[in-house]
């Protein structure tokens, strides 16, 4: 049934699996199995560092399977449903339903859809009190459950804060929950000893009416909070090296290393810098086994350093100048995408830029210096030209700026600094740079010291986001804006309260999927389920009296009620506060526990060793491969293809030859690019490189890294025309019970020829017009030879996709 569905599928290679380093384990010969769901697509999905973070943890375990699975796209959900096909994992490709705990990571409000989506598409119900002891126990997690009061009808139990050690600690209460034959009451009870695990059931939120809570009354005796889960030391849970290599393109498709948990700069409007207090840095020798390792078992070409202000990382200049000077021969680029503008100098640039500039942005929130420090964002408006110019001084070409609009304390005067600091920008700018900005709308968030402040109506927003444009300069300034719409949606979630997921509900039935996506979002249909439902969602807007009772009031993030309030004074006293490192503000998240900040001594690793140097470089040989590509690897579209080969080869450890220029591509050379589906027994593939090792020994190498499906048949020295000249002869084999011998005739195309005359004159032809030869070799298999023609590829596209009756392999004849 899958593969009916499959080639009809927009990108079918987020559904095929059999990724690089994916792990497959025996299901039935495992304690407890759990299906980590990312509610967005595979490219999203797998960009997220703690989807890679766990599923690798969670399998290193003998008695734990975890295995990943994602929300279907539209086409795909539509034909799943058509077929019977339900939501599945990548590695068994068992429903949902089979496994004992199905885990959802909300990463923002937005995903409640796809959640929705998933589970009805799976057959399981949606809230938790109308499931069955057979099904699974559906667990949510991730920054969006600091409030998961809009959520948690959905969820048996969410798990709050780091999730390393009480997944860990689920598995085994489960293991021993199923040894013993126990309920699945009695299994959530259990989980009430977890620190981190929140039970919605056992808590009865007291409100009168909408987003007005009087109380939040436990139920369980003994279970009157739930505390953060929070690891004391990230060492002792090494981030994996062996990550998953995905065929499509990621979001953010780069090798990943976690540097730091944790922030210590304290900007007030910030969610992330909140709840994951304290700052915890990875040891440096730790991190610099896993780049080397990492690099080594995915091939990736581009390197990420992680955390929530890479700058801030203790040793960070002497850190990127080592793994450049192991890497840069490798042509591998380093991108650290949280790099604060106070953390810059022209030393750190030189050496980000050394193998290719990844890209370069800034975040100055707001264009007035004096909002900023309300914020607790620290950074002059002359400080950021500065670092403007030494951006494009150090020959980037492309900035990009991030501003919000909203903010507490914001005028109309603040509003029109902005483009009066893009054009202070702009003049420090080279003739051929460019601003990219992104202008998005300010959300209130839970646990910040803005969480009783205002977010503006959407109407207002537009007003705001007109004002600015109306003065921004133009010329090279690109603006990626905000309608807002999702941004007003989002902040009637981020502070809500249960009452919000019968809005959802009914929203999702009404058609509302995939609302982070922009192109998807429709708002009406929101509006529409908020009038149904009787609910008023602008008093989730409203700004909040400072002794409220807030819906997530018994989630404690560490941080004192008292230290939000200090800090929502001070900002509004223009009030700035110390970074943890420089005083402590006694936010209360540290304690005698261990909790506590961890830096990393700069010594416990000598970053002044010589590197060694690299091996002198023989002659370039050039190659030619000639590669299989057969089974589920014909779902790979060419640039796939191409991206897996590359990275096979890094992980062979062949040393490709690079092209000159602003971004280096090795020196690889394929021949005409397959059809979607289509399958090949011979792909020629041309490469470029410095080695001394004969073919044989680099396809016997070579193979010991591809992906199932894709394999070297043969390896030899390149002469000069392998791929220079055209087949005069196309062949193809037709494999399958019915294969559609009268279809040849319905294959038409539009060509041009020329007439007695010499004029061009347009005339149809048929695939069978092309057919110099058929023949079935044996039953079941016919040999189709064809004269060359561009149109033969996309006419035998439309063949493959009326059904998976047949396949079709390109065959190339060699010499």
């Known amino acids: 049934m899958l593969k009916d569905i499959l080639i009809r599928a927009e990108r079918p290679s987020r559904y095929i699996g059999g ?14 199995r759990i299906a980590l769901v990312y509610p967005d697509t595979y490219e999203v999905g797998m960009s997220h560092v ?14 734990v399977l975890a295995e990943r699975a994602f929300s279907p796209w539209l086409d795909m959900a539509k034909a799943m449903e058509e077929k019977g096909v339900l939501p599945f994992t990548l590695e068994s490709r068992r429903p949902l339903r089979d496994f004992d705990i199905v885990g959802f990571s909300l990463q923002h409000e937005l995903a409640i859809t796809n959640v929705l989506e998933v589970l009805r598409l799976s057959n399981i119900k949606a809230l ?8 699974p126990l559906i667990i949510g997690g991730g920054p969006a459950c600091f409030n998961p009061e809009p959520f948690c009808g959905i969820f048996d139990a969410i798990v709050i804060g780091d999730g390393e050690e009480v997944l860990l600690r689920i598995c085994e209460l489960l293991r021993d929950c199923k040894r013993a034959k126990g309920s699945k009451e009695e299994l959530l009870l259990s989980l009430t000893k977890i620190e981190g695990v929140y039970i919605p059931k056992f808590f009865e939120p007291i409100s009168l009416k909408p987003s007005y809570v009087t109380e939040v009354r436990p139920l369980l005796p003994g279970y009157e909070k739930v505390k953060k889960a929070i690891l004391k030391d990230l060492d002792l849970y090494p981030f994996p090296s062996n990550q998953v290599v995905p065929f499509t393109q990621l979001i953010h498709d780069r090798y990943v290393v976690e540097i730091a948990r944790g922030c210590i700069r304290g900007c007030r409007f910030c969610q992330a810098g909140m709840i994951y207090r304290p700052l915890r840095e990875r040891a440096l020798d730790g991190i610099l086994e896993n780049v080397t390792k990492g690099l080594k078992n995915t091939g990736y070409e581009e390197l990420s350093l992680l955390s929530l202000s890479s700058g801030d990382y203790s040793c960070i200049q002497a850190l990127i100048k080592h793994i450049m000077d192991k890497n840069e021969s490798e042509r591998i680029a380093l991108s650290l995408p949280s790099l604060r503008v106070d953390s810059m100098n022209p030393e750190l640039m030189e050496q980000i830029k050394r193998v290719r500039k990844t890209g370069f942005t800034i975040a100055p929130e707001t264009g007035s210096e004096e909002l900023r420090f309300r914020l607790n964002k620290q950074l002059t408006d002359k400080e950021i030209c500065e ?4 951006v494009f001084e150090a020959g980037w070409q492309v900035l990009k700026l991030y501003f919000m609009i909203g903010l507490p304390f914001e005028t109309d005067d603040s509003l029109k600094a902005m483009p009066d600091l893009v054009s202070r920008i702009l003049k420090g700018m080279p003739k051929k740079g460019k601003l990219h900005l992104n202008i998005s709308c300010f959300v ?9 402040e205002e977010q503006i109506p959407l109407d207002e927003f537009k007003r705001r986001y007109e004002l600015v444009l109306k003065s921004m300069p133009k010329g090279r300034v690109f603006l990626r804006g905000n309608p807002g719409e999702q941004s007003w949606l989002e902040g009637v979630f981020s502070r809500g309260d249960r009452r919000l997921l019968y809005v959802a509900l009914r929203a999702y039935e009404r058609g509302a999927r995939f609302d982070a996506w922009g192109d998807l979002f429709n708002l009406q249909l929101w509006h529409g389920a908020f009038k149904e439902t009787g609910i008023d969602p602008f008093l989730y807007l409203r700004k909040r009296n400072l002794e409220e009772v807030m819906p997530w009031v018994h989630i404690d993030s560490g941080i004192k009620r008292g230290f939000l309030l200090e800090e929502l004074k001070r900002a509004k006293e223009g009030k700035t506060t110390p970074p943890c490192t420089t005083a402590c503000s006694n936010c209360g998240v540290c304690n005698k526990e261990g909790i506590q900040i961890r830096l990393t001594p700069p010594d416990i690793f000598s970053l002044n060793e010589v590197v060694e140097e690299q091996k002198n470089k023989v002659e370039v040989q050039k190659i030619l491969l000639v590669i299989t590509k057969l089974k589920e690897a014909k779902y790979l579209g060419h640039l796939e293809f191409m991206r897996t080969l590359h990275r096979a080869m890094r992980r062979a450890g062949l040393t490709l030859k690079h092209s000159e220029g602003y971004h280096p591509m090795p020196k690889v050379s394929f021949n005409n690019a397959l059809p979607l589906g289509m399958e090949s027994l011979n792909e020629m593939v041309e490469i470029e490189i410095y080695s001394s090792s004969s073919p044989r020994e680099i396809k016997k190498e070579l193979n010991r890294f591809l992906p199932s499906g894709i394999r070297v048949k043969k390896a030899t020295y390149c002469c000069k025309s392998d791929l220079g000249d055209k087949e005069k002869i196309m062949r193809f084999l037709l494999v399958g019970d019915k294969v559609p011998l009268c279809v040849l005739d319905e294959l038409k195309f539009k060509t041009q020829s020329k007439d007695k005359a010499n004029y061009n004159t347009d005339i149809e032809l048929s695939l069978r017009d092309l057919i110099l030869g058929m023949r079935f070799l044996t039953k079941g298999v016919l040999l189709l030879e064809l004269k060359h023609h561009p149109k033969v590829m996309k006419l035998l596209t439309s063949l493959l996709s009326q059904g998976e009756t047949f396949g079709i392999k390109r065959v190339i004849k060699l010499s």
Not at 19 to 32: A, G, H, L, P, Q
Not at 387 to 390: E, F, H, K, N, R
């Open 19 to 32: 990724e690089y380093n994916s792990i497959r384990k025996t299901f039935d010969e495992t304690d407890v």
């Open 50 to 63: 703690g989807l890679r973070i766990l599923y690798h943890l969670l399998n290193s375990l003998d008695f």
């Open 128 to 135: 938790w009190e109308e499931r069955s002891e057979k099904d």
């Open 387 to 390: 670092i403007s110019s030494m």
């Open 444 to 452: 209130p968030k839970s646990h910040t010291p803005f969480q009783w």
